[in-house]
């Protein structure tokens, strides 16, 4: 009777612990549903394809190319997007390293590349 009431003792503790309610995120931290992050993304993406062609020098594009970069880590759906998402990645990584090396045609090019593999992520939710 005791292990009984010990191991339900135990579960019911875990249960209470572990909880996905505990789970939440921290207190101030915005989070966003995967379509909205990966139009929000897109937007990113959009601005630093806008700076280019009105003429904006590498390193501020790198700078808009790093904003995109860090709120593509918002976009939390599944496994597949995951991936899709770190491929789209690796595109702005390549675009930021050509910002930086004032290679703006290259850039713009990887740029347009990973907006479409961002808009593409939204047919795998």
């Known amino acids: 009777m005791k292990k009984i ?10 249960g209470a612990v572990s909880s996905h309610v505990w789970a939440e995120s921290d207190p101030g931290r915005i989070t966003y549903a995967p379509a909205e992050a990966i139009d929000m993304v897109s937007a990113k993406v959009k601005v630093a394809i806008d700076a280019i062609s009105s003429g904006s020098d590498g390193e501020a594009v790198a700078v808009l190319i790093k904003d995109a970069l860090d709120a593509s880590k918002e976009i939390n759906a599944n496994d597949k997007v995951d991936m ?3 491929r789209a990645n690796n595109k702005l990584k390549s675009a930021r390293a050509h910002a930086k090396q004032s290679a703006l045609q290259e850039a713009e090019q990887e740029l347009k590349n ?3 593999s961002f808009q593409d992520l939204k047919g795998l939710l």
């Open 5 to 14: 009431l010990l191991s339900l003792l135990i579960a019911s503790s875990m």
């Open 84 to 86: 899709a998402r770190s």
């Open 114 to 116: 990973a907006y479409k």
